[in-house]
């Protein structure tokens, strides 16, 4: 459960409202044909699970120190499946100007299939993910409202406004789908140019 929805909670929907008490996000789901392949998928809505993350946050007994949040999102394909993991880092600066920061990091897709491409991911949770990344980055920021409620944007009134930067990780695989470029990873270098007889010299 952990690895496909990005939940510790083996439950059901029943027993996570009404007997924990819990809010979660429940993800849309899919299945696309690939040739003979049928690819089911699941998504959650980074914006969402983020406020909720935030919301559980302020709920804890603990502080929730923050002035600056890092997004982190990760393509990877790995054992069968296509996975999204986004990394949520809140930094703060100490009494001394010092840096600290905690994170906390999730599955938020997946796509199960023998091998990903950019054909694949934009048949599934693609066309989500980059609506959803484009309206945290249009958002620039979260606004902490009152004891406990997180609306994206600068709200006016907000008891604490919260600047959001968002990261795109991966392998130089993902990277060359990502500039509509596949294959190109294992032959050119997307930075020198080089072919790969040259940029696999140490030292080139």
Not at 31 to 59: C, H, P, Q, R, T
Not at 180 to 203: M, N, P
């Amino acid at each position: 459960m952990i690895v496909e929805l990005g939940s510790p909670l083996f439950s059901t929907d029943y027993r996570i409202e009404q007997v924990l008490g819990l809010e979660f996000v429940v993800p849309v789901t899919g299945a696309y044909m690939y040739g003979n392949e049928k690819i089911e998928w699941s998504y959650k809505d980074v914006a969402e699970v983020l406020k909720l993350w935030i919301k559980m946050k302020l709920a804890s007994p603990l502080e929730f120190k923050c002035d600056h949040l890092d997004i982190s999102t990760a393509i990877d394909h790995g054992k069968g499946h296509s996975r999204i993991t986004t990394t949520f880092i809140a930094r703060w600066q100490t009494e001394n100007e010092e840096w600290k920061e905690e994170e906390y990091s999730c599955t938020i897709g997946n796509a199960r299939c023998k091998k990903d491409n950019s054909e694949i991911i934009k048949n599934t949770f693609g066309p989500s993910l980059n609506s959803h990344l484009k309206e945290l980055r249009d958002a620039g920021s979260f606004s902490i409202i009152g004891d406990g409620e997180v609306e994206l944007g600068r709200v006016e009134g907000a008891t604490k406004i919260v600047r959001i930067e968002l990261f795109m990780a991966g392998d130089i695989l993902f990277y060359s789908a990502a500039l509509r470029k596949e294959g190109f990873s294992t032959w050119w270098c997307s930075l020198c140019r080089l072919f790969k007889t040259k940029w696999q010299e140490a030292g080139h």
